[in-house]
């Protein structure tokens, strides 16, 4: 639950009126952030000390849909309530909530309250959700314990820092239900289950995930390893299913196309391992990705996925200063995406691409004409609209970047960082700075080394008048690279003639970051 708290109370009034109290103590409080809560009634499933189900799943909606320091209850909790303490909520109206089949009733307080409004509405707070089936052991004499429950332990504290994901870990014996059952009654996105096997020397494991949606299997590996040194083989083990599956949530049904481009699984494994680097969104891991892109394509030469993925890792190399011959590894990117068309010529993520070397070309037009294409070849396909944003962005159509920008983040599993660097870069185009201030702190907390967010932190900050606060946040920059300037991050901006380009050096300068 991160900083909230999931509290099962005896009865309906009593979690309403314990709701109000909380939220009466904190308003008391000088110095205290206000919270949101929900409140639901329904059944639950128990295991030990956790609690699941779609009763669970729909409280952890409402409380995400409350304003801070408000309440937000649903149309069952509003029945049960006595009538002087129901008079206190508002008809909000039915919500449809992610992964909740039917549309759920809510009220909300305080009375004429917007749900879920002012600073940050637009960042994501929700994460795809994983059940972990525990590992079978399959050894026949004699048992190998340590092997299952070490890939449980591992992957249980490993998946559970990731921001992106919702561990749920669920017992053994719950492997011999129907997965589409047991997803259900999780309220899960996704099922990995897994089983090891050791012989003699030897010992192997099957992993598979499923997507509960639509019952079908996504990813499913299998690793062969050394029984003299279990821990080794724990660890590659683990860190490949985080990895994959970090790829798999983040792009949802993509994840299946690539599969199916790819014509032999070793090439899809190797092009999912180089998404995952890709997604480090540093020069390192994108070093490492263009090998696995690369590898990909020797084993499947005409996998236009990793055609593409290898292209994009040029591009950011043009972008971010990585390449030694700038206009080479554009040209580079240009042939392996026209190489893409030619084997699909409504490849939609190659199209968007396109616009992307358009766009590091300064040709916006036409890299939007390509990006809207992409958009319409694949309505799903969250990069397309992303890429939209993008181009709107530096072309200074800022109210159609936001709403591209949106589209992409509705259409992604869990709305990647780039997509919120996009949005945040609309806000500051619109003169939105709460707003540009909540999604660039939330951008911040999780990439500490991204220095444009941070930037656009410190200029939102000073465009509020809080100066002090933005006079800190050029020191934290100082603090990662002495040598950033005002004109490096206009530098870095795809449109440095950007209109609004002039003011936003100077809120720079003013909040004490080097002309």
Known sequence: MGDGALVVLPSASAAVEAAFDIQSAIADLSDCPRVRIGVNLGDIIEDGADIYGDG????????TLAPPGGICISALVHECLQPELGTEFTDAGDQKFKNIPRPVGVFSWPTGATLAPGEGDDIPRGAASVALLQFNDLTRAPPRPDLSSGLDDDLIATLATLDDINLVTALRGEADRPL?????ELGVDYI???SVRAANEQVRASVQLIECATDQTVWAQRFDGD???ALKFQDAIVEEITATLQVIVADGEQALIWRSESGDPQAYRFFLNGQAKWKDYRRSGSKRAQDLFQKALQVSPSFPAAMVGLARTHIEDATWGWSENRLESLREAQRLLDKALEIDPDHALACA???HVKLAESDFENGLKWAMKAARIAPSLGDAYHMCATILNALGRFDEALRYSREANQRSPTAPDPYLAVMLDAYIGLRRWPDAVALARHIVSRRPSWLMQRSALAISLEAL??????????EEIYARNPNFTASRWRQYMYNSDRTD??????KHVA?????
């Open 227 to 229: 029984n003299s040194n």
């Open 56 to 63: 669970v799943n729909i409280a952890v909606r409402l409380e």
């Open 511 to 515: 909040a004490g970051l080097q002309p």
């Open 192 to 194: 990995l289950r897994g």
């Open 501 to 506: 380009m002039r003011d936003l050096v100077e």
């Open 180 to 184: 589409s059952q047991i997803g259900r």
């Open 353 to 355: 691409e396109v616009g």
């Open 465 to 474: 008048e809080l100066h002090e606060e933005a006079r800190r946040k050029v």
